[in-house]
């Protein structure tokens, strides 16, 4: 697994002179219940250092590079930029999850659960490479593979709420506004997962999941977004 490790800093660019907390940020909690032998802790206090670094350096670009936004559209675009499926998309770019080290439960759950552990997981990375590096060098992997998508996402709106745009588009094309049900719930209740539709009148339109009824509000409007964008390109 050494060697596999090695082959990670190739394709994120990093070089960790303690490989330990290496280790460690790729370390899932769930990996230590299948193997309690295993010399390196979970990866979560490193997650909690890692969110707070991204979340200054997140900030700091933003705020020097778009000097003319508000408070408010600053920490929009902000949250689109560290979300956790962004996180977890930036994540999978990097081939994180051929080397995080799961439990053969996680290691095969491809839905929002996988998600939230591939974001952590980058979080612990970032966590550990500060540590280990510092705070510039941090700022450059930050800006490499995350900032770089921020132009992108502020032309194409990506920041702007979805259930609001699609309450906006909605109500100006069918004069009606969009209505949200919990369809279904599911899991444990420390990481219970609902299933929320959106309608329009009585029609369901799509269907979203989420770790609250909120988070499957807001993917269930992307869906419906998503399809609306999709129908008018067929036209």
Known sequence: MALDLKNFEK????????????????THRSYLNENPSW??????????????????IVSEYLFFNYPDYPE???TAVRAALVNYQFLAKIAKNIHLDDFIFLSRG???????????????????????????????KSAEFVEKNILINTKEIIEKGLYIDPKSLLQKVIQDELKITPTYNVLSESGPDH???????????????????GFSKQEAEVNAAEKALEKKSSKEKEL
């Open 191 to 209: 990481q219970k997962l609902f299933r929320v539709g959106v309608y329009f009148n009585d029609k369901l339109i799509a269907e979203g999941e």
């Open 39 to 56: 010399q390196y802790s979970q990866n979560e206090r490193l997650e909690y250092l890692g969110d707070t670094v991204l979340e200054l």
């Open 11 to 26: 394709i994120i660019g990093l070089k960790f002179k303690n490989t330990a907390l290496l280790y460690e940020a790729l």
């Open 106 to 136: 996680e290691a095969q759950d491809m839905g929002k659960a996988k998600e939230v552990i591939l974001a952590n997981a980058f979080e612990a990375v970032l966590g550990a490479f500060y540590l280990d590096k510092g705070y510039k």
């Open 72 to 74: 408010g559209q600053l």
